[in-house]
């Protein structure tokens, strides 16, 4: 069957976890995703390495349904092997620091008159304008000033990070928006254009209901908050049985008047059912710890699992805290294909996250990440035609490998 993102090309200059998380993406779709790497590798082939030789899963977890396509960008003759495959793709995406693609003589003016039809998408962690585009970014350093870890952690500690790449495939997944529109946009115009996406913009996103709580009157500090909700909904983290690192589920007591009274009747205390004191969802907002320290006992006998069945029964939203090995496990999941097994050389078969997007007639098959420059050859003969000389002579030069 035929793949959403069929006959787009992408040329990838993407490495770390930011742009890769976007590609991977758009390859999971269907594009026909080239990366294109220095010699030396994108840096996360030999990152947290578990086996020697085998590329990292820090690697392969981020650029399976990709070919792999080695080219000097430093030398003359690479830049003019990389603007032929300019010429046959659709998409140019990259995530270096702010300047370093102009220094590799590839400005957006230098792009757009080789392909007009090229869109150029720049990840960037503060973006290319504004004070801070000087920065070099990571995924916490975003976290520290995108709000993040400000409104992350108890009220009486530090701020605390959260291992969410929410900077990062935060910034991922909004460049794949913005590529999809500027694509649409191509449709209709016939010209490619620039797609900015910085870490800190998507961050900041990502806390605005912490943004509108700073903006509500009475609260002109308002502190961290722990494990409550937040919201209008009140909801807490709570402990239960058999009291393992994991062993907690996070329980909304729910607005609902016949959830609440399902709750009340469980935990045997059917008194507060006709209490006045808890008797709208605002007043039980207001007496939440009061509520959870009685939900926390009543939890105490159940496992999560056990309590997540009895609240689902009564309609109660809750989570249970599953492990990261339990969610490399979980039947869901696996069902639903968003862990999936890839058969990897060397590595043999590892686990991955497929595609969060199902399409009705765009199937993902998740296939093996590239080996450094595995496609090479493949790439420069198939889009360029290159003769088998050339590619020799080129690769005795350095300039591809
Ligand atoms: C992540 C980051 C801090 C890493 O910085 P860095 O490794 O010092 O520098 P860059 O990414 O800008 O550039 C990598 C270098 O590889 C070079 N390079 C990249 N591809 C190349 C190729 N195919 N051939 C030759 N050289 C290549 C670049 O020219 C650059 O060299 P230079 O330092 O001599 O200019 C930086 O890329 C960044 O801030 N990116 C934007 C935000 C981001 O995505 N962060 C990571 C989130 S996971």
């Known amino acids: 069957m035929e793949k959403a993102l069929a006959g787009y090309r992408v040329l990838d200059l ?9 590609t991977q993406l758009m390859g999971f779709l269907g594009a026909d995703v080239i990366k294109v790497e220095p010699p030396s590798g994108d840096v996360t082939r030999g990152q947290l390495r578990d086996i020697p030789e085998a ?3 820090y690697f392969t977890m981020l650029n399976c349904n990709k070919r792999s396509v080695v080219i000097d960008l430093k030398q003359e ?11 046959k793709a659709d998409i140019l995406i990259e995530n270096f620091g702010k300047g370093t693609l102009d220094r590799l003589g590839f400005t957006w003016e230098t792009v757009h008159k080789i392909n007009p039809r090229v869109i150029l998408a720049s990840i960037k962690g503060y973006g290319s304008t504004g004070p801070y585009s000087d920065f ?3 995924e916490m350093a975003v976290q520290a000033m995108g709000g993040n870890m400000g409104v992350t952690g108890f009220a009486d500690g530090p701020p605390i990070v959260s291992h969410a790449a929410i900077a990062d495939a935060g910034s991922g997944v909004n460049m794949l928006a913005g590529i999809l ?9 016939g010209k490619g254009q620039r797609v900015e996406v910085a870490m800190m913009d998507v961050a900041v996103g990502w806390i605005r209901t912490k943004l509108r709580d700073q903006q509500r009157p009475g609260f002109e500090e308002p502190k961290r908050t722990g494990n409550d909700s937040g919201g ?3 909801g807490y983290l709570v402990k239960c049985k058999p009291g393992g690192l994991n062993d907690y589920i996070f329980i909304y007591t729910s607005n609902r008047r016949d959830v609440w009274e399902a709750l009340c009747r469980h ?3 059917e008194d507060w059912i006709a209490d006045p004191k808890f008797a709208t969802p605002k007043q039980r907002y207001e007496r939440r710890e009061e509520i959870f320290v009685v939900i926390e006992e009543w939890a105490k006998a159940y496992t999560k699992w056990e309590l997540m069945e ?3 029964g009564i309609g109660a939203p809750a989570g249970p805290v599953l492990s990261t090995k339990e969610i490399l496990e979980d039947k869901h999941l696996r069902q639903r294909q968003t862990i999936v097994d890839v058969k990897q050389p060397i590595r043999g078969s590892f686990k991955n996250v497929g595609c969060p997007i199902k399409l009705s007639d765009s199937p993902v098959e998740v296939t093996s990440a590239p080996a450094l420059g595995q496609h090479t050859n493949e790439v420069l003969q198939e889009l360029l035609g290159y003769p088998d000389a050339k590619l020799t002579e080129l690769r005795g030069a350095k300039i591809i490998g």
């Open 77 to 87: 003759r690479g830049k003019e092997v990389f603007s032929d495959l300019l010429r």
């Open 55 to 57: 590329d990292s899963l």
């Open 310 to 312: 009895i609240l689902s």
């Open 14 to 22: 993407t490495h770390v976890q930011s742009g890769p998380t976007c």
């Open 136 to 138: 070099p970014a990571y």
């Open 232 to 234: 209008g909904q009140p």
């Open 267 to 269: 935990m045997a205390r």
């Open 181 to 189: 529109a500027a694509l649409l946009q191509r449709e209709r115009t």
